[in-house]
Structure formats: structure tokens, C-alpha cells
């Protein structure tokens, strides 16, 4: 991966900037490169990076990935088949079979992701931090800092995008400052109840847990997911309310005492492993456009829990923004504004409240529990539940000029159509000029 120009150089133009090198920015990159379009990626971490997840890829990620053609990349890590949710509550477990996923690591999959990103033409900088900017000439300007790893000296430099795609994750950094995208304008969100993430990695767990499951362990103070990856290693991945980890003393404590509550082991390494944690977890941009400015993924906004729900998101939200851009990039008009609005919108509505469901039943641990003897008789009784959340928006269905439409008047007719079919289909019509 190579860096950007020393400083002192005339701005570059480039079709595409894309801000962050998570799921949604890897796959955005690759998608319009293959396009044809001049894509740079800006990263702020040196990669392979950790990041706070459950490091588990459901179904619906996995058929999002069939379709952008990289599951079998994804596949040559060896992630483990996941194919169980285990729930414990209160001293009472069940485990439930779940359409077939996969854990593996972030730091491996991400690094993956974005090296496709990088063999499909996409031009890579690591370790720069970008600042979205204003519009002029008919470009979106974005400002890129960085640090002189030989000298304690920062460097700058702007470039002039045609589009800018903003796949920055949680709490949208690169585009916080702007006020009409701000999470805390009226439009926006802030849940004043949000949890805060957490995540580490640890070697051992007690013999009771295996692999091949996600471990799901709910407290009082919020629960703890647990999955065992490629490298034998487990992730565990947490969202607990922000008075408690106050109160206990931080995360590892706050995990620990939510592990003891769910079954009664306990789990003292956790105090002291490595942990790092997120921004709010429930919280949204006013808006998820503006002119020449896209907000895709995480960015875009994010609800708890962490069912799998996460990355498949990302990958769909990555494959219809990614379609939108190459209309966008060759000819800009103030309607793409209102098309990703009502697109982004359609993609997270028929979801958005199943995960508030769902997080609202996780704040209950008498009610997980109260779930847990009901799925202990009647296992079949979750099953609709997990058909919902696995199933893949019929948005990857719609070739690309469809989705230059105003998305209402896309119809409900694509949803049969062969996914790969449409992608090619579309991949073939259209080029960046
Ligand atoms: C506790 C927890 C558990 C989860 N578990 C799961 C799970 O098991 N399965 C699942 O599917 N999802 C899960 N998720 C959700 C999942 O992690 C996210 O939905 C997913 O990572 C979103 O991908 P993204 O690419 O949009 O954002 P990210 O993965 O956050 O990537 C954003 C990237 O942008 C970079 N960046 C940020 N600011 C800048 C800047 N200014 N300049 C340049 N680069 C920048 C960041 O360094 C980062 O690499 C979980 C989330 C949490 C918090």
C-alpha cells in the first residue's frame, strides 16, 4: 500500500474518494473500479487493524458477498461454519440451529477486502485520516492528514472528488462536523439509551463453550457475544449500558459480572484482557446524502444488536450505493440525493425494527430468560425470526440504470431475478467515462 504525495502539491481530482477501508468501503472501491472509475481509499489505521464486532457473517452477509464475487476470498481464510446460537440468561441456556454463517476475524477479512479492493485498480492510503469538505466546481473537496512516521511533523493534502462516498463507520468521523449530517441535528439520532461496544480477543474460554456457535450471554448490565475464529482464538463482543461499565469499573469487569449473572462461571480473565470500545451504538446523520457526498454502511447509521445483522448491512448497503455511484459519478444531478435517501431508507427499513425489537428484549434479561424456556419447548418458534433477519434485500436484484430511477418507482417485480445475473448484467452496461 503506498501513501499520498508529499506535501506542497497541487490538488488531484479524482472520480471517486472513498473515505474508510471497513466491509462498505472495501466493496464500494472494488465495485466502482471494476467500473472503470479512478477510486482512491483512504484508511486513518495501518492494516491489518482490529475492530470491535462479533466477527460473525450470517447468511444474508455471506449471499452479499456470492454476489459481489468475494466469498471465495472470504472462504480461503477458513472461517468457521457457524450453524448454532447459544442463549444464556439467568442460569437458563437453549441453543437454537441458525441458517449457516461464518466467524473470522476483522482483521483478516477486512485486510482481504481490501486488497480485492486494491487488485480491482483501487488505489490505497493507509494510516491518512480524511475530513469531508465543501463543493466547488462540480467536485466535492475532501482534506487528508497524516503523520511523518520519520518525524514528529503532520502532513496535509486536499483532493477534488466528482463523488465522495463516506463508508467511515459508526458516528460518521469524516463528515461529523458538517451540520446538516450531524447525528445530534433534530433530523439526526442520538439514542439517549444507546450502549456503548466493546471487544477483545482472549485464548481460552471453559470447556462448556464450542465452536461453531455464537455464544450470546445476557446481563443486567448488557450482554457479551462469544465466537470462536479461524485461528482458534475467541472474539468476544459486548454492548453494555454506559452507567454500568462506570460503575464497574470498566469493560472487562462489566463483562465479567454480566458472564457471572448469565451462568453462574466465572470468567475473571476477561477483567484483564485487552479491551477497546465504540462511539454510542444507536445513533444516525440527519441525512445520508448531500451533493456529491454519499454515506454508506455503519456511516449511514447503525441500531444494536450485533446479529449478523452489522455486516450484511454493510455489504448490501455497499452493493446498491456502489451501483447509485456509477450513475452519480458520470453525470451529478440533485436527485441522486433524494434516490440514496429513499434506496438507504428501503434498505434498513423492513429491519430497522426487528434489531429495536431485539434490543429492547436484550435490556430485559427476565424477558431472555421468560424466550429462553419458550425456545427451549418450542425451538421452531424462533425460526421465523431468524428467516426475517437473514433474508437479503430485494434491492441486489435491480441493475444499476434501474436504481438512476426514483427508488418508489422501482417495483416489487425484481425480487426473483437471479442476483448474479443482474450484476453482471449491469456490470457490462455501464463505465466511468
Ligand atoms: C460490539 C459489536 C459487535 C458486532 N458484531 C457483529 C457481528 O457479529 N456480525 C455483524 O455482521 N456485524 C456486527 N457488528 C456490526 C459491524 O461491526 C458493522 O456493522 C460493520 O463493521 C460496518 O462496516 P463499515 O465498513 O460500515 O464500518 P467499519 O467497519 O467501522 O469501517 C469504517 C472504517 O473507516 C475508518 N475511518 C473512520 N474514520 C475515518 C477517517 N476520518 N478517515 C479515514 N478512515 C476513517 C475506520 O478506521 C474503519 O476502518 C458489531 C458491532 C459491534 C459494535
Redesign the pocket.
Known amino acids: 500500500m503506498i501513501g499520498p504525495l508529499a506535501d506542497g502539491h497541487e490538488h488531484q481530482t479524482r472520480d471517486v474518494v472513498v473515505?474508510?477501508?471497513?466491509?462498505?468501503?472495501s466493496i464500494v472501491a472494488r465495485e466502482l473500479a471494476r467500473a472503470g472509475c479512478d477510486v482512491l481509499l483512504?484508511?486513518?489505521?495501518a492494516f491489518p487493524?482490529r475492530?470491535?464486532?462479533?466477527?460473525?457473517?450470517?447468511a444474508r452477509?455471506i449471499r452479499g458477498l456470492e454476489t459481489a464475487g468475494l466469498a471465495d476470498v472470504v472462504r480461503d481464510l477458513h472461517p468457521i461454519e457457524l450453524d448454532r446460537l447459544s442463549l444464556r440468561a439467568a442460569r437458563r441456556s437453549v441453543e437454537l440451529p441458525m441458517p449457516a454463517g461464518w466467524a473470522v476475524s476483522r482483521s483478516a477479512l477486512?485486510l482481504t477486502l481490501l486488497q480485492a479492493a486494491e487488485s480491482a485498480g483501487v488505489e490505497v492510503w493507509t494510516e491518512?485520516?480524511?475530513?469531508v469538505g465543501e463543493c466547488a466546481d462540480d467536485r466535492r473537496m475532501v482534506s487528508l492528514v497524516w503523520e511523518d512516521p520519520a518525524a514528529p511533523v503532520v502532513h496535509s493534502e486536499r483532493v477534488a472528488a466528482r463523488l465522495v462516498v463516506a463508508?467511515?463507520?459508526?458516528g460518521h468521523?469524516?463528515t461529523r462536523h458538517v451540520i446538516a449530517l450531524s447525528s445530534n441535528h433534530p433530523e439526526g439520532e442520538v439514542s439517549a439509551h444507546s450502549r456503548l461496544?466493546?471487544?477483545c480477543e482472549v485464548s481460552q474460554v471453559p470447556a462448556s463453550f464450542v465452536g461453531g456457535a455464537i455464544h450470546m450471554l445476557v446481563g443486567r448490565d448488557g450482554y457479551v457475544?462469544l465466537t470462536q475464529l479461524e485461528s482458534g482464538t475467541w472474539n468476544v463482543?459486548?454492548?453494555f449500558d454506559r452507567t454500568a461499565i462506570k460503575q464497574r469499573g470498566g469493560l472487562g469487569q462489566t463483562a465479567a459480572n454480566v458472564v457471572l449473572e448469565a451462568t453462574g462461571e466465572s470468567f475473571d480473565f476477561l477483567i484483564d484482557a485487552d479491551w477497546s470500545g465504540?462511539p454510542l451504538?444507536t445513533q444516525a446523520p440527519a441525512q445520508v446524502a448531500l451533493e456529491r457526498l454519499f454515506l454508506?454502511?455503519?456511516?449511514a447509521g447503525?441500531v444494536e444488536p450485533?446479529t449478523?445483522?452489522?455486516?450484511?448491512?454493510?455489504i448490501e448497503s455497499a452493493l446498491v450505493v456502489s451501483r447509485l455511484a456509477i450513475n452519480a459519478v458520470n453525470d451529478w444531478r440533485s436527485e441522486w440525493i433524494e434516490s440514496w435517501t429513499g434506496l438507504h431508507r428501503r434498505l434498513i427499513r423492513q429491519r430497522a425494527w426487528l434489531c429495536r425489537g431485539l434490543a429492547q428484549l436484550l435490556r430485559r434479561p427476565w424477558a431472555v430468560s421468560a424466550s429462553i424456556d419458550l425456545l427451549r419447548h418450542w425451538p421452531g418458534l424462533a425460526a421465523p425470526l431468524l428467516r426475517s433477519l437473514n433474508a437479503s434485500s430485494d434491492l441486489l436484484n435491480v441493475p444499476a440504470m434501474a436504481l438512476a430511477t426514483h427508488p418508489d418507482a422501482l417495483t416489487q417485480r425484481v425480487t426473483t431475478t437471479d442476483v448474479r445475473t443482474s450484476a453482471r448484467r449491469s456490470e457490462g452496461r455501464i463505465r466511468c467515462q
Do not use: N, Q
Open positions: 473515505i474508510g477501508a471497513g466491509v462498505t468501503g483512504v484508511e486513518r489505521k487493524r475492530k470491535v464486532c462479533g466477527c460473525c457473517l450470517s452477509a477486512d491518512v485520516a480524511a475530513t463508508a467511515d463507520g459508526l468521523p469524516s461496544g466493546g471487544g457475544g463482543a459486548a454492548a465504540t451504538l454508506a454502511g455503519d456511516a447503525y450485533f449478523g445483522e452489522g455486516m450484511a448491512g454493510a
